[in-house]
């Protein structure tokens, strides 16, 4: 997932009219590719917390598709 400009991102092609967050309406300056759709938000705040949690949860899925001895576990 990418945060990108709001030249690239439109508005109107956002999947959501309010933002997951807050329930606000989302904001062109406040907009996120996910997934190859575009997802808004209401403030660059809120796009922030969602790519920090995707990249969490991203790297948590990677780590558990390693094996236990490749881990150092065994």
Same mark, same amino acid.
């Given at each position: 997932?990418?945060?990108?400009?709001?030249?690239?991102?439109?508005?109107?092609?956002?999947?959501?009219?309010?933002?997951?967050?807050?329930?606000?309406?989302?904001? *062109?300056? &406040? =907009?996120?590719?996910?997934?190859?759709?575009?997802? @808004?938000?209401?403030?660059?705040?809120?796009?922030?917390?969602?790519?920090?949690?995707?990249?969490?949860?991203?790297? *948590?899925? &990677? =780590?558990?598709?390693?094996?236990?001895?490749?881990? @150092?576990?065994?």
């Amino acid at each position: 997932m990418k945060a990108m400009s709001d030249d690239t991102l439109r508005v109107e092609d956002a999947v959501n009219e309010t933002c997951p967050w807050s329930g606000k309406p989302i904001a *062109a300056d &406040s =907009l996120a590719l996910y997934r190859g759709a575009v997802v @808004g938000f209401c403030n660059p705040g809120c796009r922030d917390k969602f790519e920090t949690a995707i990249r969490h949860f991203d790297e *948590a899925l &990677s =780590l558990r598709d390693v094996p236990l001895l490749a881990k @150092g576990i065994e």
